[in-house]
């Protein structure tokens, strides 16, 4: 339990470890569009901007749709910081401008659903985040810096996830693959990976992640990816 609590406290984005939820290990692999997530995170992480170039294409010709795809870097300004989130957004449009001048009309998607505000946002924000972290997030970090927890709780947790026009599976392993692009964050990226099978994705399916990143030439972050326990 101590070494839960600070595992916990050490994840700067506010994830706890909490316990494995893996689906069944006759889960369907991940499909083209899930498969094409990770690689975008990465290449956001990293700020190649010809890689993201060649992942958004990928994603798109996957099935994600505008709104998949704006969402994903919007929301990962969250763990590679605003100035990467807002070069992959640039790019983004770069993408779609290039695409629709070949003629290629990419499905708009739609807009989230409007998050509540004040006490309700806080509140969402706090069950949104026990759900995923599968317990209460706690330690000394969050007593030593209590404005960090509410920001994860409030805007994380709350405006971020509580955005209902990507699912949960997606969000995360658009996170993983950033987490795995970045040196110096595998405390994060292993609650992620615990966070990604609360959510239903199955240790078999984050092995594909793996092999998706090494193939898109993303090696190092493939061997974080692997290093994970039992992944």
């Known amino acids: 339990m101590q070494r839960r609590t600070v595992l916990a406290a050490a994840i700067a984005m506010g994830a706890a470890l909490g316990q494995g939820g893996a689906g069944a290990q006759t889960a369907p692999p991940l499909s083209r569009k899930q498969q094409a997530i990770a690689p975008i995170g990465a290449a956001v992480a990293l700020g190649d901007m010809p890689l993201l170039s060649t992942a958004l294409g990928e994603g798109l010709d996957a099935g994600l749709t505008v709104s998949d795809a704006k969402e994903i870097l919007v929301q990962l300004y969250a763990y590679a910081g605003f100035p990467r989130s807002l070069n992959a957004l640039g790019e983004l449009m770069k993408v779609l401008d290039a695409r629709r001048q070949r003629g290629v009309q990419d499905a708009p998607g739609r807009d989230p659903d409007p998050v509540p505000t004040g006490k309700e946002l806080l509140a969402l924000g706090t069950a949104n985040q026990t759900k995923l972290s599968g317990a209460p997030v706690k330690g000394p970090l969050f007593e030593f810096a209590p404005a960090i927890d509410e920001y ?59 092999d998706t990143l090494a193939q898109r030439g993303q090696a190092e972050a493939a061997r974080r990816v692997r290093a994970v326990p039992k992944i």
């Open 152 to 210: 994860l709780k409030t805007h994380l947790f709350g405006d971020i996830f509580g955005r209902d026009n990507l699912d949960w599976q997606s969000r995360e392993l658009a996170t993983v693959g950033a987490l795995a692009a970045m040196a110096g964050v595998e405390p994060q990226l292993q609650a992620h990976i615990r966070i990604s099978m609360n959510v239903g994705l199955t240790r078999e399916q984050l092995g594909s992640v793996a």
